[in-house]
């Protein structure tokens, strides 16, 4: 919103289009003092040619703008902007990703194209985080290890930059589901936030760690937090390619996708939450949508106006505009003033 904190100064344009009118009337006259070198009733200066005529022109177009940049500068205007500041905390939501090298699998439908399943994942988190505002979100990486890259936090802009940075075996190459469910637990169980969820993202089974998915679960509900399991990906052979971070070789080729998804139906039913089958990035979104409207909680909020000066913007702008004006009558017309 642009706002004007001297809005009289606007009746000083009135001048411009009145000094127009009293040239024309001859009431009023520019001032100028030719000199013309020529016998007794010889012709006075004229512009022969068109670039001169064009050159005065663009200088009075320039000293209007000029002017007129002057008088929006005496004006004051300012931008406000308005801020939604929330006076208590929202629902704390923490994404435990998978970042297994089967996560590069190339498989989820887009509209142009297919995604890897981080990929995919990525975007539907960034697309959630960045649409809901009140919420702190944090994120768990998951492979053979786990590890909490981002506790619960309203700072957006560094979550998801975070999340930009996670790359395919990062945390080796299993998938430690239990740890990455007990580090989400731990890090939400001293909340005090309403509404507490972890959404685990993931592709496969439980095949490393040392505690059990379902204990995980089991403590989740116990400490009040709801869990929902999204198993994303096809079934069948499946292009995969990923750079090891280890050794730096890229490893291409296909990968057999089939993962039961009866352990990850029976997480969320533990923890009271629902079982999201992933296979495009629409699913995706709809499954994400669904979560973040079970999970929201009631607010409180005020605005807040934050203002822009603008006054220096519109100053500097005529001083220019004014100069270049002079300098082309100084240059190229040979005008003193």
């Keep these: 919103m642009i706002l004007f904190e001297n809005p009289q100064a606007f009746f000083f344009l009135f001048s411009i289009p009145l000094l127009y009118i009293l040239r024309h009337l001859g009431i009023f006259s520019r001032i100028s003092f030719p000199l013309t070198i020529s016998d007794w009733d010889g012709k006075t200066f004229v512009y022969r040619d068109n670039f001169t005529k064009i050159a005065s022109i663009v200088t009075h177009f320039l000293a209007n703008t000029a002017y007129v940049s002057l008088v929006l500068a005496l004006a004051n205007p300012i931008i406000r902007h308005q801020e939604k500041i929330y006076t208590s905390r929202g629902t704390d939501i923490l994404f435990v990703l998978d970042i297994s090298p089967s996560m590069a699998a190339r498989d989820i439908s887009l509209s142009s194209g297919q995604l890897t399943r981080l990929e995919a994942a990525k975007l539907g988190i960034r697309t959630l985080a960045t649409a809901e505002k009140g919420a702190s979100y944090g994120l768990v990486a998951m492979a053979s290890e786990a590890a909490c890259i981002v506790p619960p936090t309203n700072d957006i802009e ?30 939400l169980s001293s909340s005090s ?12 089974e439980n095949n490393a760690g040392s505690l059990h998915p379902e204990t995980a679960a089991t403590i989740a509900g116990e400490n009040g937090i709801t869990v929902y399991t999204f198993g994303i990906g096809t079934k069948g052979t499946v292009p995969i390619e990923y750079i090891d971070l280890k050794s730096g070789r890229i490893h291409s080729g296909f990968y057999e996708s089939d993962f039961d998804t009866a352990p990850l139906e029976e997480i969320a039913r533990i923890a009271g ?8 990035t629409t699913s995706l979104s709809e499954a994400l949508s669904l979560v973040s409207q079970k999970e929201d909680s009631v607010q409180t909020f005020h605005y ?14 005529s001083l220019i505009l004014f100069f270049a004006s002079w300098l082309i009558k100084r240059l190229f017309l040979s005008e003193v003033l």
Excluded: Q, W
Excluded at 273 to 280: H, P
């Design 304 to 317: 807040r106006s934050n203002d822009t000066d603008c006054y220096s913007n519109f100053l500097f702008l």
């Design 158 to 187: 560094a979550f998801l930059k975070r999340l930009d940075s996670l790359n395919v075996g990062e945390f080796g190459e299993g998938s430690a589901i239990g740890m990455g469910l007990s580090t989400a637990v731990y890090h």
């Design 273 to 280: 939450g629902s079982y999201f089958g992933i296979e495009s």
């Design 193 to 204: 936030a309403p509404k507490k969820c972890i959404v685990l993202i993931t592709d496969g």
